[in-house]
């Protein structure tokens, strides 16, 4: 009997310390932080420059928390005078050292992907990746967002073209809403 019982015991005193030990779960690092800067709502002026005859139109982005860890993006607006939706996920990869994207919208059945690094200043976030070019195949592309200061950036779409030389696609300035104004906008898009 006592043979028999000795697994038993065995199993539960090594199954008392492990139960009681949680796994820490991860925490939003300094990399994470610096994205929760994107939260809120922004009107953008878009100039297209890429395609033909340039073009101004406007649009809104609203940047909204998930966990701390990725911040996710939707816009509407209008491009090319045809209505634009949008929405896209950032967040910092630890693995890869890197700040990660995901990014689709209303005019391209393919979902785009990019990644990338901030300079030394934290200013200017370059991301590359690939995306559909206006004849529909895929090609090398590359954005660049710089803050102007906590309530303006600027980001640039760049297409790599056949000739391997890069053009600017698109630029797009936003400015953050404040007070009401951007109350109201969560409340509009629903």
Same mark, same amino acid.
């Given at each position: 009997?006592?043979?028999?019982? /000795?697994?038993?015991?065995?199993?539960?005193?090594?199954?008392? =310390?492990?139960a009681a030990?949680?796994?820490?779960?991860?925490?939003?690092?300094?990399?994470?932080?610096?994205?929760?800067?994107?939260?809120?709502?922004?009107?953008a002026?878009?100039?297209?420059?890429? @395609?033909?005859?340039?073009?101004? &139109?406007?649009?809104?982005?609203?940047?909204?928390?998930?966990?701390?860890? %990725?911040?996710?993006?939707?816009?509407? #607006?209008?491009?090319?005078?045809? =209505?634009? /939706? #949008?929405?896209?996920?950032?967040?910092?990869?630890?693995?890869?050292?890197?700040?990660?994207? &995901?990014?689709?919208?209303?005019? &391209?059945?393919?979902? @785009? *992907?990019?990644?990338?690094?901030?300079?030394?200043?934290?200013?200017? /976030?370059?991301?590359?990746? &690939?995306?559909?070019?206006?004849?529909?195949?895929?090609?090398?592309?590359?954005t660049?967002?710089? %803050?102007?200061?906590?309530?303006?950036?600027?980001?640039?779409?760049?297409?790599?073209?056949p000739?391997?030389?890069?053009?600017? *696609? /698109?630029?797009?300035?936003?400015?953050?809403?404040?007070?009401?104004?951007?109350?109201?906008?969560?409340?509009?898009?629903?």
């Amino acid at each position: 009997m006592r043979i028999r019982l /000795l697994p038993v015991f065995c199993s539960l005193a090594l199954a008392v =310390p492990l139960a009681a030990q949680q796994p820490e779960m991860p925490k939003p690092g300094p990399e994470h932080q610096r994205l929760a800067k994107e939260v809120g709502t922004w009107d953008a002026v878009i100039e297209s420059t890429g @395609m033909g005859k340039p073009e101004k &139109s406007k649009g809104e982005n609203e940047t909204k928390p998930m966990g701390g860890f %990725w911040f996710v993006d939707a816009f509407a #607006g209008s491009f090319a005078g045809a =209505p634009f /939706l #949008g929405h896209g996920v950032i967040g910092y990869d630890p693995v890869k050292k890197k700040y990660v994207q &995901s990014w689709c919208d209303s005019m &391209s059945p393919m979902l @785009m *992907m990019f990644e990338g690094t901030f300079d030394k200043d934290g200013k200017v /976030l370059t991301m590359t990746g &690939s995306g559909p070019s206006t004849g529909g195949k895929t090609v090398a592309m590359r954005t660049v967002t710089t %803050w102007k200061d906590d309530n303006t950036k600027v980001f640039e779409l760049f297409e790599t073209g056949p000739d391997g030389k890069e053009m600017r *696609m /698109l630029t797009i300035t936003y400015t953050r809403r404040t007070g009401k104004a951007a109350e109201n906008a969560g409340a509009n898009r629903k």
